[in-house]
């Protein structure tokens, strides 16, 4: 495998345990916590999609 692929996906498994443990926190019940978890794990996706595009696009202006 790239190492570079390797990341990518230790980044993912990584955004996906913190959200499972914070929505562990907040939330009782397996149904509810799955819920918020695939919430937080999206909003954290759509942040470093975000930050990545800003950052594409101040590189560009280069």
């Known amino acids: 495998m790239n190492e570079s692929l390797v990341r990518y996906i230790a980044g993912l498994l990584l955004c996906a345990v913190i959200a499972v443990a914070y929505a562990a926190t907040r939330k009782q019940g397996t149904r509810a916590i799955a819920r918020d978890s695939v919430f937080i794990f999206v909003c ?15 590189c560009a202006l280069k």
């Open 44 to 58: 954290m996706l759509g942040v470093v999609a975000a930050v990545a595009a800003a950052v594409f696009g101040l």
